[in-house]
Each structure stands twice: as structure tokens, then as C-alpha cells.
């Protein structure tokens, strides 16, 4: 079985342009979460979506946006990227909604933004 | 709000050896989960193990056990017979039950050494 797929794996930016992660679940994960993983910061909650729709969003501006798609596959976008954007970005997926189940994390995208 | 805190930035354990992580953490539920994770350097974050909050006995996973105190707050995890394999960054996290989204509250982590 397949695991949570991220793409691209490294990218470099620099300031001001935007930036699209993908996250593709295992089969069956409708739930997906994304996190910002930082050494200063640590691990930090973005959003969750589950059946396409957004059902919590951490505290982050507006410029942090994702969506998900009818198969589960899950996007986050970052605009007008500054260099505090430099991160690991986790998706983590489950089977379903709720608050039960373990998460199932990807191996990251490494964004550094110049 | 919930927080999350793992005072020890750093631990190194000989191989074979027992080494124990702490964690500590500030809520006004009654009822959530507690988990264990482990980050090797390839990144991939896994669990190790979970605890809810509402049973009292101790969760155990093979090698690794916690020990959780609810009325302090704790939420230790301890490490048996250490191997090499165990080396990486530790994570404790939490989530409140109940409807509504999964959102986990991580600590600043725990970087373990094994020495051979």
C-alpha cells in the first residue's frame, strides 16, 4: 500500500513568488491535514479538509490556502512567499473525519524561499 | 489554548539502555488524546504510541511505554533497550475528542542519540 505522497520534495523560491504543494493520501485517507515545521517554531496546524471542504484552519494569514480535490488528493498554495515562509510542509492523512484514528504523515516538502 | 511542552531539547541513551522523554501539557478538557512521535532524519514522522485520556492504565507498545499522570499533566515516554534504530527526533502531541476537526498541538520535540 502506497504511502501519503508529497510533491516536489525540495523547491526553491524567492520572495514574493507563490508556491503549490501537493499531497496525494493513501487509498481510502479522505481526511488531510497540512503542517508547517519550522526550527524556531516547531510543528504548526495549517488546515484540515475532509470530504473537500476545510474544517479547520491554524493561525495563519490568508496568504496560506489549500483545497482538496474529489479523490482526496490535497493542495496548499503560499502567495507572496517571504523568507519566514522557509519550512518543511507535512501532509498527514487518515481514514476518516472526527477526532479517532492515527495519522499518516508524508516525507515533507522542503521549501526555501530566497 | 492548548500547549505542549518538552523540556528537553536533547538526550543521548547507550545502546540497550532505558531512557525516559518528558512531556508536559496545559488543557481545560476533560476527555483528548495524547500520541508519540518519532521523526528519523528522513523526515517521515510516525507514530510510536497513543493514550486516551479517559483510561488510566498506562499504553504500552513492545519496547515503548508511557507513563501518563492526568492530574499533573505528564505524559513521559519511555524507551527500553534502546537500539540504533531509535535515534531521531521524539515529538509529543495532543487533541482534544469530541466532533469537529483532528488538530494535533505538537511539542518543540526531543532530539535522541543512541550511542553505540
Known amino acids: 500500500k502506497a504511502g501519503v505522497t508529497q510533491t516536489p520534495r525540495y523547491l526553491i523560491k524567492t520572495r514574493g513568488q507563490q508556491v503549490t504543494l501537493s499531497c496525494s493520501p493513501i487509498?481510502?485517507?479522505?481526511?488531510v491535514s497540512w503542517y508547517q515545521q519550522t526550527p524556531g517554531q516547531g510543528l504548526q496546524f495549517l488546515f484540515e479538509?475532509?470530504?473537500?471542504?476545510?474544517?479547520n484552519k491554524g493561525n495563519f494569514p490568508g496568504r496560506f490556502s489549500g483545497r482538496q480535490f474529489s479523490n482526496s488528493r490535497s493542495e496548499m498554495n503560499v502567495s507572496t512567499l517571504e523568507l519566514g515562509d522557509s519550512a518543511l510542509y507535512l501532509c498527514?492523512?487518515?481514514?476518516?473525519?472526527?477526532?479517532?484514528?492515527?495519522?499518516?504523515f508524508g516525507e515533507g516538502s522542503r521549501l526555501t524561499v530566497l | 489554548a492548548q500547549t505542549v511542552t518538552q523540556s528537553q531539547p536533547e538526550m543521548s541513551v547507550q545502546e540497550a539502555e532505558t531512557v525516559t522523554l518528558s512531556c508536559t501539557y496545559d488543557?481545560?478538557?476533560?476527555?483528548?488524546?495524547l500520541f508519540w512521535y518519532k521523526q528519523p532524519p528522513s523526515r517521515q514522522m510516525i507514530l510510536v504510541i497513543r493514550?486516551?485520556?479517559?483510561?488510566?492504565q498506562n499504553a504500552t507498545e513492545n519496547r515503548f511505554s508511557v507513563n501518563f499522570q492526568k492530574a499533573a499533566k505528564s505524559f513521559s515516554l519511555k524507551i527500553s533497550d534502546s537500539q540504533l534504530g531509535d535515534a531521531a527526533m521524539y515529538f509529543c502531541?495532543?487533541?482534544?475528542?469530541?466532533?469537529?476537526?483532528?488538530?494535533?498541538?505538537f511539542g518543540k520535540g526531543t532530539k535522541l542519540s543512541v550511542i553505540p
Open positions: 498527514a492523512t487518515k481514514v476518516s473525519g472526527g477526532n479517532t484514528g492515527e495519522l499518516f
Open positions: 487509498s481510502g485517507h479522505r481526511s
Open positions: 479538509y475532509f470530504s473537500e471542504t476545510q474544517r
Open positions: 488543557t481545560s478538557e476533560s476527555d483528548y488524546y
Open positions: 493514550q486516551e485520556a479517559y483510561k488510566q
Open positions: 502531541a495532543y487533541t482534544p475528542t469530541g466532533a469537529g476537526s483532528y488538530q494535533l498541538t
